[in-house]
Nanobody, 117 residues
Framework: VQLVESGGGLVQPGGSLRLSCAAS????????MTWVRQAPGKGPEWVSV????????YYEDSVKGRFTISRDNARNTLYLQMDSLKPEDTAVYYC???????????WGQGTQVTVSS
């Protein structure tokens, strides 16, 4: 299993970023996928999950209405569109299979998102 996140960066409050996660080594379309984030000094936090077909999505309360998860099973890629970013969204963002999101060894290398003026 290989997961490679990209798309992070430095953005001002209110700005937007789109994260991508390229998956390989497993049948991507068979699995629900999730985005997890970890801020400095804090534990991992589940952000959003999407089912295998992409028709059902769920969000942690603090990102509802601002973040949108999606997937392209033909391209084996997971996305996270992040709008109206806030400083408290600053974290390293990881993608993972939903079934083992609590296991850091199953995450990709992560992509840093920093929201600051």
């Amino acid at each position: 299993v290989q997961l490679v996140e990209s798309g992070g960066g430095l953005v001002q409050p209110g700005g937007s970023l789109r994260l991508s996660c390229a998956a390989s080594g497993f049948t991507f379309s068979d699995y629900a996928m999730t985005w997890v984030r970890q801020a400095p000094g804090k534990g991992p936090e589940w952000v959003s999950v999407i089912n295998s077909g992409g028709g059902n999505t769920y969000y942690e309360d603090s990102v509802k209405g601002r973040f949108t998860i999606s997937r392209d099973n033909a391209r084996n890629t997971l996305y996270l569109q992040m709008d109206s970013l806030k400083p408290e969204d600053t974290a390293v963002y990881y993608c993972a299979k939903w079934e083992n999101w609590r296991d850091p060894s199953s995450w990709g290398q992560g992509t840093q998102v920093t929201v600051s003026s």
